[in-house]
């Protein structure tokens, strides 16, 4: 059954996209008119056992920060409305959407009766969710404005990014450590299901351009005893055109990916450039999404205390890159997972100009 308050009628009327995918920002340093941002959302996924996520806001004007009690579960994203904040929830058997209010972070809806959620839009004010459980084809579910779930259709095992494109709603299946290699395309209407081989190892964010875009993580195959990897791949990023046909292609110098496995890349509409993480490598890529070339790579590896890459998002208007980092383990040069992370605020050159701490295990960082 889905739960839902009186407003959510009103919230379901909105028309956003998801940021744990990559949430579109506003700004660009080369547009002169582009809006600063008034605060940043971060999604902190927690130390998943102990089902602690948070989300963290930070104001840039006064470098003040602020935190929200624990939402009993691994935050995988967040999104913003001017009536609330969806909160995508993972749980050890169940997932759920939490709407809370932006200022008093009450609960004002609440979605239910569904897998872990991994990514989610609204389009024409229906909500559509890609949810995923272990060994099992994933699901993408629509909920009707009356709060009912109007529809299940079975896509690709491990689905992430969503998309809506070419009126139809886009699901990239992921796979197990990045062995997917499709994308489920889903009627709205109907909620038939076509399938698309990409050609391309772990398909798992999508975003909208002038052409689709896909960033495949690449692959790893380990041994039985995954004491051994056997096979790797790097990431891509493919473009597609409204027929799903395969435009070009970007190789990637290692595999896309974030350290905790959450999104990994961010669309700045006004720039019309896409941030990518290589989180094993500790990069980020700028890819010019007119051109479709790599303008720009970022080494942010060698800090004496942080490491990984989790949580991306640019400030166009102030020409602030937000990246999440985690601690460094105190038994070696590893992610400690269960203590408080860092947001890293720098320019396109990579020069450090602040930081502030959020909350354990970043998992999306998103504008207001």
């Known amino acids: 059954m889905i739960e839902t308050s009186r407003c959510f009628l009103l919230l379901l009327t909105i028309s956003l996209g998801l940021m744990l995918s990559g949430c579109d920002v506003l700004g660009g340093d080369d547009d002169q008119g582009a809006t600063p941002a008034s605060s940043i959302i971060v999604a ?15 104001d840039p004007s006064s470098q003040e920060v602020t935190r929200s009690s624990s939402r009993a579960g691994f935050v995988q994203g967040v999104l913003e409305d001017d009536l609330g904040l969806m909160t995508l929830i993972n749980t050890f058997d169940r997932g759920r959407i939490d709407v809370l209010d ?3 972070l009450s609960l004002a809806a609440q979605f239910t009766d569904m897998d872990n959620p991994r990514d989610a839009i609204v389009v024409d ?16 579910i629509s909920i009707s404005e009356a709060g009912v779930q109007r529809s299940t259709s079975e896509v690709g095992y491990v689905p992430e990014g969503v998309a809506s494109w070419s009126d139809r709603i886009v699901v990239a299946n992921n796979g197990s ?3 997917g290699t499709t994308l489920s395309v889903v009627s709205a209407e109907t909620g038939d299901v076509e399938t698309f081989e990409t050609g391309c190892d772990g398909p798992r964010d999508v975003y909208t351009s002038s052409h ?7 692959k790893t ?36 990916g974030s350290t905790n496995g959450t999104e990994t890349a961010y669309h700045s509409v006004q720039t019309n450039e ?4 290589l989180a094993a490598s500790e990069r980020v890529l700028t890819i010019d999404l007119e051109t479709r070339g790599i303008t720009h790579e970022l080494d942010l590896s060698g800090h004496p205390a942080l490491v990984g890459l989790s949580g991306i998002s640019y400030d166009a208007g ?7 980092r985690f601690p460094q383990s105190s038994a070696g040069a590893f992610p400690d997972y269960a203590a408080s992370g860092t947001v890293q605020i720098m320019n396109r050159e990579g020069e450090v100009l602040h930081s502030f701490g959020a909350g354990i295990s970043i998992s999306a960082i998103m504008l207001r």
């Open 44 to 58: 902190n996924g927690g130390n998943f056992s102990d089902q602690n996520g948070t989300l963290t806001f930070y």
């Open 102 to 104: 932006p200022v008093s």
């Open 125 to 140: 004010g229906v909500l559509w969710v890609s949810t995923s459980t272990f060994g099992q084809p994933g699901q993408l």
């Open 177 to 179: 450590l990045g062995s």
């Open 212 to 218: 689709l875009v896909i960033v495949c993580t690449g």
């Open 221 to 256: 195959v380990y041994s039985d005893d995954f004491t051994q990897i056997l096979e790797q791949s790097s990431g891509q990023v493919m473009f597609l055109d409204e027929e799903f046909q395969v435009v070009s292609r970007i190789a990637l110098p290692d595999q896309a």
């Open 274 to 277: 896409l941030f990518v993480t």
């Open 318 to 324: 102030r020409d602030h890159l937000y990246v999440g």
